[in-house]
C-alpha cells in the first residue's frame, strides 16, 4: 500500500508514525509546503514572549528523524497543488525549483490544518500586520517584537481575543511592550460564557493590557515609525506591529476542488473513521468537519488533541482496523498572568442557540483545603440536562486546580454521567491537593439537589432584568442573608439584609405571601436560607451562586 499524507504539524504527523508503526512494509509519503513537518504551534506565543527561549524545543519531530526512525518520505517545501480522483494521484510543486510533478497513490489522508482568518479591510497587506500560524510567522513576529522592545514606547495591537491572541498579549507584556487588546465581541474567548470571562479581564488589564471589547480594526495605515490601526469606533492607535487572531478558516480548497463534500463552513466531510466522500481518501485536522459530542450537531474544532487522536484513528482504519472517532467536546484551557480559565462541552450560548433545555450551578471552591496555607478561589459552571441530570458542559475560571476539575468533567462528559455521578466520584485527598468535597462533588451536589427540589434556584439574569425594567416587581423580596458587615461593603441594589443566623428569629419580619430570592456570597448561606423558609411555609428561592456570581454578570 501506498499512503500519501498532505499535511505534518498534528494529524498528519501522528498519522504517519502510527501508519509505520502498523505496517513495515507500507509506502509512506508526507508532503508539507513549510519546511517544518512537526512543530509545537501551541508553543509559538510562548517563543514570542521568550518563556521559551530556544526555537528548537518547537521542533516536534523533524524531516530527518521521521526519515531515519520511521523510514517516511518526507518532502517539505512542497506544495499540493491538486487531485485527480480519477487516476488517484496528487499535482505536487516544488517550492525551490519551481518543478510540478505528479504523485500516485493508493489512499490519501488530507491534512492541511486551517489558516488565520484575514478580513477584507483597507491595508491587511501590510508588512506590519501579521497572522500566526507556522514557524516562519513567529519568526517574523518575533523580528518585529525583538525590534520594538528595542525602542521607547514600543506598542503591539493584537486584533482578537480568542486563546492565541490572548496568549500572545500575555508575551508581549512579558516583553515590556505596551499592548491593546481588540475584540469585536463584548467579551473575550468567545467559546465560553460572558460572565466567566470577567476575571480574565480584570487579569489584563491590572496587567497593564489595554482590553477594547465591542471593537474592530476597520483598516490599517503604515506611518514613518509604524503603522496606525484604525477602529470601527473611530479611535486610530500607533502601533509597532498588528498581530492577527481573529480566527481561522479550514484549508479545505483542494478537497472541495476535487468534489469531496464539505459542510457549510468549509470544513471536510468525514465518516467516524476518518474517511471522506472518496473511499480512497481520508481527513484529519482542522480542515475537517466534527461531530459535537454533547449537541450532535456539525461543528468546526481547532484543537491539537482531536487533530492528534484523528490522525491515529485514521491510520487504524486505513489499515483495517475497527477504530472511530467519538465526536468532538471542545476541550480547552488559557493561562493568562495569575488567572487560569478552561471549559469542556457545550456552552450556555450553545445550548441555548441549539435550543437545548439545560439548567445551570454556580460554586465558588478553593483549589484545596481552606485550612491549608496557599488556597485560591475559583468559579465553577456546571451545565446540565433538566430531566436526566446528563452533564451537557462545564467552565472554571481561577487559578490552580482549574485544570484538574475540567479534566475530570471532560471524561464524566464522555462517559455519559449525571450530576449525581459527580456526588459520588471518588477523586485524589490530601490538603495540598483538594478537599474531602471536591469542588467537583459540590457543583455534583449543588446540581443534583435542584433536580430533587430540594434546592429550589433563580438564576441572577431574572435579578438582571429587573434592574433594566426599573427594580423588584410587586410581590418579589430580595433578601440578603450575608452578615451586616458584608452587605456594607456591596449589594444588590432594593435587597434586604437579614442574616442566616438570625433568620429564625426574624421570620416575622418577612411579608407572607411575597416570592423571596434569597442570596449570599457564593450559594451556601443563600442555600440554608431558602431550605429555613420553605419548611416555615415561605415561597423561597436561592439566587445561584450567591453575590460572586452576580459580580460576574456586573463586573
Known amino acids: 500500500m501506498k499512503l500519501v499524507i498532505v ?4 494529524g498528519g504527523a501522528s498519522a504517519a508514525a502510527r501508519a509505520r508503526r502498523l505496517s513495515e512494509e507500507a509506502e509512506i509519503v508526507v508532503f508539507e509546503r513549510g519546511p517544518d513537518v512537526s512543530f509545537a504551534n501551541c508553543g509559538l506565543p510562548y517563543y514570542v514572549g521568550e518563556t521559551i527561549p530556544r526555537r528548537q524545543s518547537l521542533l516536534v519531530a523533524t524531516p530527518e528523524r521521521l526519515r531515519s526512525r520511521f523510514r517516511i518520505d518526507v518532502r517539505t517545501r512542497s506544495t499540493v497543488t491538486r487531485i485527480d480522483r480519477t487516476a488517484k494521484t496528487i499535482r505536487v510543486r516544488e517550492a525551490e ?9 493508493d489512499v490519501l489522508l488530507l491534512a492541511p490544518g486551517a489558516a488565520p482568518l484575514k478580513p477584507p479591510v483597507p491595508g491587511i497587506e501590510s508588512s506590519r500586520v501579521l497572522t500566526l500560524r507556522n514557524l516562519e510567522d513567529v519568526d517574523r513576529i518575533k523580528a518585529r517584537v525583538d525590534a520594538a522592545v528595542g525602542k521607547p514606547g514600543g506598542r503591539v495591537v493584537v486584533v482578537g481575543a480568542g486563546f492565541i491572541g490572548l496568549e500572545l498579549a500575555e508575551n508581549l507584556v512579558h516583553r515590556k511592550l505596551d499592548t491593546t487588546v481588540v475584540e469585536l465581541q463584548q467579551q473575550v474567548l468567545p467559546p465560553l460564557d460572558p460572565e466567566m470571562t470577567t476575571p480574565v479581564v480584570q487579569a489584563m488589564r491590572s496587567h497593564g493590557v489595554r482590553v477594547l471589547l465591542g471593537d474592530s480594526a476597520a483598516g490599517f495605515a503604515e506611518t514613518e515609525t509604524g503603522i496606525a490601526v484604525k477602529l470601527a469606533s473611530g479611535e486610530s492607535i500607533e502601533a509597532d506591529l498588528v498581530i492577527l487572531g481573529v480566527g481561522v478558516r479550514p484549508e479545505s480548497a483542494l478537497a472541495t476542488e476535487a468534489g469531496l463534500e464539505v459542510g457549510p463552513r468549509g470544513g471536510i466531510k468525514v465518516t467516524p473513521s476518518m474517511v471522506t466522500s472518496d473511499p480512497s481518501i481520508s481527513a484529519v485536522g482542522d480542515a475537517i468537519e466534527v461531530v459535537d459530542v454533547v449537541t450532535g450537531s456539525p461543528a468546526q474544532v481547532p484543537l491539537a488533541g482531536p487533530a492528534n487522536r484523528q490522525g491515529r484513528i485514521a491510520a487504524d482504519a486505513i489499515f483495517g482496523r475497527a477504530s472511530r472517532y467519538r465526536g468532538t ?5 488559557v493561562g493568562l498572568f495569575d488567572v487560569t480559565a478552561a471549559i469542556t462541552g457545550a456552552s450556555e450560548k450553545v445550548l441555548r442557540r441549539e435550543k437545548r433545555p439545560f439548567r445551570k450551578v454556580f460554586i465558588h471552591p ?3 483545603a481552606g485550612y491549608f496555607p496557599g488556597a ?3 468559579t465553577l459552571k456546571l451545565l446540565f440536562c433538566p430531566n436526566s441530570g446528563r452533564i451537557l458542559g462545564a467552565q472554571a475560571v481561577g487559578g490552580a486546580g482549574v485544570d484538574k476539575r475540567i479534566d475530570v468533567i471532560a471524561v464524566a ?3 455519559g454521567l449525571t450530576v449525581s455521578d459527580l456526588e459520588e466520584v471518588e477523586l485524589c485527598y490530601a490538603p495540598q491537593f483538594g478537599s474531602a468535597k471536591d469542588p467537583v462533588n459540590m457543583a455534583g451536589f449543588v446540581a443534583a439537589g ?3 427540589g430540594d434546592h429550589p434556584q433563580a438564576d441572577f439574569e431574572e435579578v438582571l432584568a429587573w434592574e433594566k425594567g426599573g427594580g423588584i416587581p410587586p410581590g418579589c423580596l430580595l433578601l440578603d442573608v450575608r452578615t451586616p458587615e458584608e452587605f456594607a461593603q456591596g449589594h444588590v441594589a432594593g435587597a434586604r439584609n437579614i442574616p442566616v443566623d438570625d433568620l429564625r428569629e426574624r421570620l416575622g ?3 407572607v405571601g411575597t416570592k423571596i430570592y434569597c442570596y449570599c456570597q457564593v450559594g451556601q448561606r443563600g442555600y440554608l436560607a431558602t431550605r429555613i423558609l420553605l419548611q416555615r411555609g415561605f415561597d423561597a428561592v436561592n439566587l445561584g451562586g450567591g453575590w460572586k456570581t452576580y459580580r460576574l454578570h456586573r463586573p
Not at 525549483?97 to 497513490?105: N, P, V
Open 7 to 10: 499535511g505534518g504539524v498534528a
Open 97 to 105: 525549483s519551481g518543478r510540478e510533478y505528479d504523485e500516485a497513490y
Open 329 to 333: 467536546q471542545g476541550t480547552a484551557i
Open 366 to 368: 478553593a483549589n484545596h
Open 376 to 378: 485560591v478561589a475559583m
Open 413 to 415: 462528559i464522555q462517559a
Open 450 to 452: 435542584l433536580l430533587h
Open 509 to 511: 419580619e418577612l411579608p
